[in-house]
């Protein structure tokens, strides 16, 4: 079997290491940039921010049935790394192939760069889908990022 690549995305935020982090691990703020451009987070959004807590959103706007995916925080150590399992679930309601996702955070001059590696890709075209589905999301990231703080 051919071993596909992991996905390495970075981006830098015009925010500290912390707010970049706690978008990440507040609810509200993760609600509000989750998901490609066009997806609403349904209010059921579960966010267990510690080890073996469990993490699940649907996305509203993207198909019907909604496209939920969940996991679980196998790392949390703020404000530097969150490490979590990623799965869709599917049709029969069972979870699919599991990822594993890791994001490092680091301060970068007066801002920080988001580093994500997600990795345990079965196919080419996974691979293409998430890193789609990532960068869209981290557009979302940069908005939410930009707005003042609550």
Not at 40 to 58: F, K, S
Not at 109 to 116: E, F, P, S, W
Not at 121 to 146: I, M, P, V
Request: charged fraction near 25%; glycine fraction near 8%; aromatic fraction near 10%.
């Amino acid at each position: 079997m051919t071993s596909i690549p992991a996905l390495r995305l970075e981006r830098r935020y015009d925010a500290s290491v912390d707010r970049v982090f706690e978008a990440w691990t507040d609810r509200r703020i993760f609600m509000s940039w989750f998901g490609p451009e066009g997806v609403t987070i349904a209010e059921d959004c579960v966010l267990d921010v510690r080890p073996g807590g469990a993490w699940r959103a649907v996305m509203l706007g993207e198909g019907d049935p909604a496209p939920e995916v969940s996991g679980v925080f196998l790392e949390v150590s703020p404000p530097q790394r969150l490490k979590l399992t990623f799965a869709w679930t599917q049709p029969d309601g069972s979870r699919g192939h599991e990822y594993v996702v890791t994001v490092d955070i680091e301060p970068d001059g007066d801002g920080a760069r988001l580093i994500l590696t997600q990795e345990e890709f079965l196919a080419d075209d996974q691979r293409a889908n998430h890193e789609d589905g990532w960068t869209s999301s981290f557009d979302c990231l940069a908005r939410a990022l930009a707005e003042p703080v609550a």
